[in-house]
């Protein structure tokens, strides 16, 4: 193992120049992290700038490290220490494996504490992860958990409606049951309380937005169109695929016989996406949504939960990432309602279906973004181009001189009359003088003025405030 591979990397890695036997938790922490997350291996003998210093007596560490892992660790991880020697120093690479038990608790002073890895930091558990990973070491999942929601409370018009529909197939009252909806003494679970018509849990809300321009920085106007919806995920599938159908323009290309359709998005690519979205959020994650930003050149599509397998990243190979089921009843039910492929395979198509586009280039293919804790889609608008963004800016630079422009007039409007409200009468120049104008531009100023009079001709002309002064301009 290159040791230099290792040093820099940080949520799978941690270095300590030493092992702090008397203050064990400054790398326990990381050890319970790892094992609540998805493993790691931590480095005794680099210093924090990544240069070997090596142990003075590595064997002896060995045995403190594997002692306090087993009386502080609970319960206890699988791990894995090895030497590497560099030279004249010797280093210890301890590997965590991820843990089949979670949560995996650092235990001292009569406290229990969990750690997950946020980046290159290994931080307490918060209540939300905490549940999830209780749930993951109890081997269950959120949407088959039982509600508090009795079933002859519900109505599931929508999820009877759709399954006729897309299956030829009647939806029996037994089906609750055998779908992993129901529990045996009629309580709802998750997945079936979040497939009610009036789902009861509310924050399975999808928020669509048509935006006016590229980002959502602030402007004349922000947004063109938005809509909050609500109900059964049947229903949020729906009603956002619709949005998204209703902001899409189709550029079209004639043929011998016919023409060809040029959507801006592939129909099948949405549908995944959003699917994708609703089946595997988080929906532990009680103050997030599931978002749709359409944008003049992208769809992006948000959804609370990064991958279940925490994989981070952009460059990552979707179309050979393994199938994992954050919401594995909600991921059947949606399989049997011949949404998704039970076999995961949703990326790939998202990705064919762009490549088999008539309008497709290699720039304009599908991004997926994976963060701690959060997921998104980004599906590039095949019809945009850049130069109709560098016109739209254009306008918009244009309409913005235009209104400082009239925004200047106003001001300088505004100068000449509390220049004539304190005189009686001035000729042009001296108002130019006063203005700061040139004599020609304060004349053109003048004549544009309804509240001014001119009074006089030629070189004797004066201007005035209308109504004010009764002399004429023969007594000038």
């Known amino acids: 193992m290159d040791i230099k591979k290792l040093i820099g990397e940080t949520t799978e890695y941690d270095k300590k120049e030493a092992v702090e036997t008397k203050r064990p938790k400054s790398w326990c922490k990381t050890v319970s992290a790892f094992a609540n997350g998805y493993g790691g291996v931590l480095i005794f003998g680099v210093a924090d700038d990544d240069n070997i210093v090596g142990l003075d007596d590595a064997k002896h560490d060995a045995e403190a490290i594997s002692d306090i892992i087993k009386n502080r660790i609970d319960p206890m991880p699988q791990v894995h220490l090895s030497y590497q020697n560099y030279g004249d120093k010797t ?16 235990k001292a002073d009569g406290q229990l504490i969990a750690y ?68 045996d003494d009629g309580r709802l679970t998750n997945a079936g309380a979040l497939l009610a018509d009036e789902t009861p849990i509310r924050h399975s809300r999808v928020f669509c937005t048509r935006w006016n321009g590229i980002d959502k920085a602030g402007g004349v106007i922000d947004a063109i169109d938005d809509e909050e919806y609500s109900g059964s995920l049947i229903i949020l599938l729906q009603e956002a695929y619709n949005f998204v159908l209703r902001h899409r323009q189709k550029a079209w290309k004639k043929t011998a016989d016919s023409r060809i359709e040029l959507p801006d998005y592939p129909d099948r690519a949405v549908l995944e996406g959003l699917v994708n979205a609703l089946i595997h959020r988080d929906y532990l994650e009680v103050g997030s949504e599931v978002h749709v930003d359409i944008f003049d050149d992208r769809l992006e599509i948000y959804s609370p939960g990064g991958m279940i397998d925490g994989t981070i990243g952009e460059n990552i190979d979707w179309l050979n990432v393994s199938s994992k089921r954050r919401n594995p009843t909600l ?13 995961g395979s949703g990326f790939r198509k998202i990705i064919d279906d762009y490549q088999n586009s008539q309008a497709y280039v290699g720039s304009k293919c599908p991004r997926i973004i994976s963060k701690h804790g959060e997921f998104s889609l980004i599906l590039p608008n095949l019809n945009y181009k850049k130069s109709a963004e560098k016109n739209r800016q254009k306008k918009s630079a244009e309409k913005n001189r235009q209104k400082k422009s009239a925004k200047k007039v106003d001001v300088t409007i505004k100068i000449i009359e509390n220049i004539l409200s304190n005189e009686s009468y001035l000729k042009s120049k001296e108002i130019a003088i006063r203005a700061g104008l040139s004599p020609s531009r304060t004349r053109d100023y003048l004549r544009t003025m309804t509240i001014v009079e001119a009074v006089g001709n030629g070189r004797n002309r004066v201007y005035r405030l209308t109504g004010v002064g009764n002399e004429s301009s023969d007594s000038l």
Do not use: C, W
């Open 116 to 183: 997950i890895r946020m980046g290159n930091e290994s931080v307490p558990a918060s209540t939300h992860h905490l549940r999830e990973l209780i749930l993951r070491g109890a081997n269950m999942a959120y949407d088959n958990l039982p509600s508090s929601f009795k079933v002859e409370n519900m109505a599931f018009t929508k999820l009877r409606s759709v399954y006729k529909q897309r299956t030829g197939n009647d939806f029996i009252d037994t089906d609750f049951v055998s779908f992993g909806l129901v529990t």
């Open 331 to 343: 991921a059947d039910v949606f399989g049997r309602l011949r949404y998704m492929d039970r076999r």
């Open 91 to 106: 280093i210890i690479l301890l590997k965590v494996a991820a843990g089949t038990e979670p949560p995996y608790y650092y």
